[in-house]
């Protein structure tokens, strides 16, 4: 990429062509704007996952969301970082000034109509997995790994898993051929198809190895979903949901057998928390906020 000869007195951006431009323009002001948790740690935490699996498995699959190095934050004058304290963290020591935003996510439809057509007591054993790509990266193989051993449990899986031809070769049968693992595709979140999942599941589960903040999660909580995470998913759900304790086996397995047998009260009031959670902290309007307060800060 060519940059016109300008000056500026500020280049905010994100990797590789920020570096390009403050290395060019030598601004007053630079602004690094992290969309993921530092690069470091998502590849050493990606590259866990995948030994974690060749241990489980005997196979050892090459990574999908592997980041290239580079110093963006390092030569930053600040970083504006989609996330939570956790998510800054992941940056410590790289920066003068961290100033973090929340994702926005969307709302499409009512939550009073969904919990109105819910069964509670029936979806309380269905969980919703929506992923983009990386499928250990998200977790999936763990939650595959407990569903299929766990039948009075139901998984619905959303995302383009067909994709990833070296995943679905450990994991064909559990995928397609598993009573209680529902392999759904790529829905949209403004389908009806997607909200009919909203209506007969009560949980929305992430074990993700690494992110900013996911936004993947706040869209089911707009619809009311109850979200089981863990706190590398970025989000400070604790008073809605549940943040896994560590990404075993053992531990999601618990909660996620723990949490089928909810009484509707609980469930109702959880899920109710969750959407004013998701209204209050991941829409456009106050990500826009919040993204004005973190440049008036810097600036």
Same mark, same amino acid.
């Given at each position: 990429?060519?940059?016109?000869?300008?000056?500026?007195?500020?280049?905010?951006?994100l990797?590789?062509n920020? *570096?390009?431009?403050?290395?060019?323009? #030598?601004? %007053?002001?630079?602004?690094?704007y992290?969309?993921?948790?530092?690069?470091?740690? %998502?590849?050493?935490?990606?590259?866990?996952?995948?030994?974690?699996?060749?241990?489980?498995?005997g196979?050892?699959?090459?990574?999908?969301r592997?980041?290239?190095? #580079?110093?963006?934050?390092?030569?930053?004058?600040?970083?504006?970082?989609?996330?939570?304290?956790w998510?800054?963290?992941?940056?410590?020591?790289e920066?003068?000034?961290?100033?973090?935003?929340?994702?926005?996510?969307?709302?499409?439809?009512?939550?009073e109509?969904?919990?109105?057509?819910?069964?509670?007591?029936?979806a309380?054993?269905?969980?919703?997995? *929506?992923?983009s790509?990386?499928?250990?990266h998200?977790g999936?193989?763990?939650?595959?790994?407990?569903?299929?051993? !766990?039948?009075?449990?139901?998984?619905?899986?959303?995302?383009?898993?067909?994709k990833?031809?070296?995943?679905?070769?450990?994991?064909?049968?559990?995928?397609?051929?598993?009573?209680?693992?529902?392999?759904?595709g790529?829905?949209?979140?403004?389908?009806?198809d997607f909200k009919?999942?909203a209506?007969?599941?009560?949980?929305?589960?992430?074990?993700?190895?690494?992110?900013?903040?996911?936004g993947?999660?706040?869209?089911?909580?707009?619809?009311?979903?109850?979200?089981?995470?863990?706190?590398?998913?970025?989000?400070?759900?604790?008073?809605?949901?549940?943040?896994?304790? !560590?990404?075993s086996?053992?531990?999601?397995?618990?909660?996620?057998?723990?949490?089928?047998g909810?009484?509707?009260?609980?469930?109702?009031?959880?899920?109710? %928390?969750?959407?004013?959670f998701?209204k209050?902290?991941?829409?456009?309007e106050?990500?826009?906020?919040?993204?004005?307060?973190? *440049?008036k800060?810097?600036?």
């Open positions: 990429m060519k940059f016109k000869n300008i000056k500026y007195d500020v280049v905010f951006g990797e590789p920020f *570096l390009k431009a403050v290395t060019v323009f #030598h601004p %007053q002001k630079s602004i690094y992290a969309t993921g948790a530092h690069y470091i740690f %998502q590849n050493n935490a990606e590259n866990d996952r995948l030994l974690d699996l060749e241990k489980r498995k196979i050892l699959l090459s990574p999908r592997f980041v290239a190095p #580079h110093e963006s934050s390092k030569i930053a004058d600040a970083v504006i970082c989609i996330g939570n304290a998510t800054a963290s992941t940056y410590s020591g920066s003068k000034q961290i100033e973090c935003i929340p994702v926005s996510a969307y709302n499409m439809f009512s939550i109509d969904i919990q109105a057509q819910k069964s509670w007591m029936d309380r054993r269905n969980f919703l997995w *929506l992923g790509v990386g499928a250990i998200k999936l193989d763990l939650l595959l790994d407990i569903f299929s051993r !766990n039948p009075n449990a139901h998984l619905y899986v959303c995302g383009n898993v067909r990833e031809k070296d995943f679905l070769d450990i994991y064909k049968e559990e995928l397609l051929h598993t009573n209680n693992i529902n392999y759904m790529w829905i949209s979140p403004d389908s009806e009919r999942l209506i007969i599941c009560a949980f929305s589960i992430l074990p993700s190895c690494s992110e900013s903040m996911n993947a999660v706040p869209t089911c909580m707009h619809l009311g979903l109850i979200p089981l995470v863990s706190k590398e998913c970025g989000l400070d759900v604790e008073n809605c949901g549940t943040v896994f304790e !560590n990404n086996i053992r531990v999601i397995e618990g909660i996620i057998l723990d949490h089928t909810k009484d509707e009260q609980w469930l109702l009031q959880k899920s109710s %928390q969750s959407y004013e998701a209050k902290n991941n829409t456009i106050n990500f826009s906020a919040c993204f004005r307060d973190a *440049l800060k810097i600036l």
